[in-house]
Structures are given as structure tokens and as C-alpha cells.
């Protein structure tokens, strides 16, 4: 359940505070928040895009089928990571599926509001542009990664870039990855099948660089990854 406003909600989101108190105002008249459980799916690739959304909190995974009806998962959603801005200059289908992985926050802004607030505000077009081109440039990193890396290297870089983004500093020294990572989540991550992932994650463990079980991931030497 949601007990905190939209207007509350929305300011969780740090481009909020580069809008106007006219164009937060508009916003909100037609925003949507979404309090989601794990697993379920915000919108799908065959969806009309009505809104772009703003991941509050939790975590999502992009995925998109394949001409053989294979899923194939894109990327991970973090904190505070746009979803839809593709659609900004061509509205249309969203073209990939999005679900949640962990309870998650969504905070969905009408795309036509959005639109005319990014040709008019320089200084949130470029803090938005900003936020795109990261995830671009992270996208074109995993991208390469997967077509000219091996299967352990494809496995090394996720973990790695799992204990940047989502992980926590045990009193140990340790670094835990916050969310559950199961064997099917890494395999989907990485074009790995679940058996490659076992055999990978039970040789790193041996090499005492990591420790899995039943989800739980924490890391001993990132630096050796």
C-alpha cells in the first residue's frame, strides 16, 4: 500500500527538483504511482504507450522476444532509471516487455506532458539526456561483452557490475549483492545457460572469491572479478 503522496513520491526522483512548480504541477494532474510485487509486469512489447515511467525503487528487468519467440533479457532498472523514453519522439508500442524482479515503486508520467517539458526546459532536457546515455553507454559495454567475451567473462563482468550498482559493504568487509539473484535471474543476465551459471559460480567459489547460496551473494574480492 502506498501511504505517501504522489507529490512526496515524485521528489524521491532527483530530476523532480530541475522542473517548475508549474511543471511539477501539471505533472501530477495526470501521474500514476504504482506500488508493484515482484514478478509482475508493468507494461509488455505489444503495449500502447500511454506513460513514461520512473523507477522509484526496487528493480526491473527489460526483456524482448525474438523472431524464434525466445525472451531475451536487455538490461536491469535501478533506482531513480527512465523506462519508455525511446517514445518521447515516436510515439507508439513500448517494444519490450518490463517486469518487476523485487517489490518495486513506479512513479508513470503522461508522455505528452513530458514531451512538451523537455522542449521547453534546457536544464531538465539535459539532465534527462544525461540519464539516457549513461544506460546507453552501459548497454553498448554489456553488448560487446556478450558478443566477444566468454561464457566465465560474460558471468565475471555482470557480478562485477552488480556489486557497482546494487550492493551493499558487509562490517566484514564483504560486498553483498542487496537483491536475490537466482541462478535463472544470472543465466537470463548473461546468455548463460543455468548450468554453465552453476558450474561458473561453484569455480569462482572455490577460487574463494565469492560465496552463493540460496540466492545470497557476497563477493570477497571484487578486484579479481
Same mark, same amino acid.
Given at each position: 500500500?502506498i501511504e ?122 539535459w539532465e ?7 544506460? +546507453?553507454?552501459?548497454? !553498448?559495454? *554489456?553488448? /560487446?561483452?556478450?558478443?566477444?567475451? $566468454?561464457?566465465?567473462?560474460?558471468? @565475471?563482468?555482470? &557480478? ?40 561458473? +559460480?561453484?569455480?569462482? !567459489?572455490? *577460487?574463494? /572469491?565469492?560465496?552463493y547460496q540460496? $540466492?545470497?551473494?557476497?563477493?570477497? @574480492?571484487?578486484? &579479481?572479478?
Open positions: 500500500m505517501r503522496s504522489s507529490s512526496e513520491i515524485a521528489q524521491l526522483w532527483g530530476l523532480w527538483h530541475y522542473l517548475t512548480p508549474l511543471e511539477q504541477s501539471t505533472l501530477l494532474q495526470s501521474a500514476k504511482v504504482q506500488s508493484l510485487p515482484k514478478f509482475h509486469v508493468l507494461f509488455d512489447e505489444h503495449e500502447e504507450s500511454v506513460f513514461l515511467h520512473i523507477l522509484i525503487s526496487g528493480r526491473l528487468k527489460i526483456t524482448k522476444t525474438e523472431d524464434d519467440d525466445k525472451q531475451v533479457a536487455v538490461c536491469l532498472m535501478r533506482d531513480g532509471e527512465i523506462i519508455g523514453e525511446h517514445l518521447l519522439d515516436n510515439p507508439g508500442r513500448y517494444g519490450y516487455c518490463a517486469t518487476t524482479i523485487d517489490d518495486s515503486l513506479v512513479l508513470s508520467l503522461r508522455l505528452y506532458v513530458i514531451r512538451s517539458i523537455v522542449c521547453e526546459n534546457a536544464a531538465f532536457c534527462f539526456s544525461r540519464l539516457v546515455l549513461a544506460r +546507453l553507454r552501459r548497454a !553498448e559495454e *554489456r553488448m /560487446l561483452n556478450y558478443r566477444f567475451n $566468454r561464457t566465465e567473462q560474460r558471468l @565475471r563482468t555482470f &557480478l562485477k557490475e552488480m556489486a557497482q550498482y546494487d550492493s551493499r559493504k558487509l562490517a566484514t568487509g564483504d560486498i553483498e549483492i542487496k537483491i536475490p539473484l537466482s541462478q535463472a535471474l544470472i543465466g537470463d543476465m548473461t546468455a548463460t545457460s543455468r548450468q554453465q551459471v552453476t558450474i561458473l +559460480l561453484q569455480k569462482l !567459489e572455490k *577460487r574463494g /572469491l565469492l560465496r540460496r $540466492r545470497r551473494l557476497v563477493i570477497y @574480492r571484487v578486484d &579479481l572479478l
